[in-house]
């Protein structure tokens, strides 16, 4: 339709139109939803099934039955520190992550990061 064309109905029949078009709207959104909401049950079932195939395979193995669910991080190994700041010896850092701010005003400064070093007793 041409914008002229709405220029020229009068209000009755825009509005008849307008109606008729959040009628068709309507049904469409309904429609969609419900094929939306019957894909979204297949992969509910889905994913139960692979739960219970899992649940199934791990009651085999025997587990505890208070198992970790998949949403929890898994456990790791505690990191010893690596580094020791002189200046306040409770301050370590493993080398992992971000540099603290301790050890890259030290390394500005010119000091080298092997001084910072803990010599473990071996």
């Known amino acids: ?5 709405f220029k020229s109905m009068s209000t009755d029949e825009l509005w ?6 959040a009628t068709r709207l309507a049904a469409a959104l309904t429609a969609e939803k419900s094929v939306l909401e019957n894909r979204l ?5 889905g994913i139960e099934t692979q739960h219970a195939v899992r649940d199934a395979k791990s009651s085999h193995a025997a587990k505890p039955s208070h198992a970790k669910s998949s949403t929890q991080r ?3 190994p505690a ?3 690596k580094y020791r700041n002189p200046e ?6 493993a080398g992992r992550g971000k540099t603290p701010r301790w050890l890259t005003a030290q390394l500005k400064s010119g000091k080298r990061i092997d001084d ?6 071996a």
């Open 1 to 5: 339709m041409n914008r002229n064309d």
């Open 16 to 21: 008849a139109l307008h109606e008729e078009i």
């Open 41 to 45: 049950r297949q992969l509910q079932r």
């Open 74 to 76: 898994r456990p790791y």
């Open 79 to 81: 990191v010893v520190p």
């Open 88 to 93: 306040r010896p409770s301050e370590t850092w």
């Open 116 to 121: 910072f070093r803990i010599r473990h007793a």
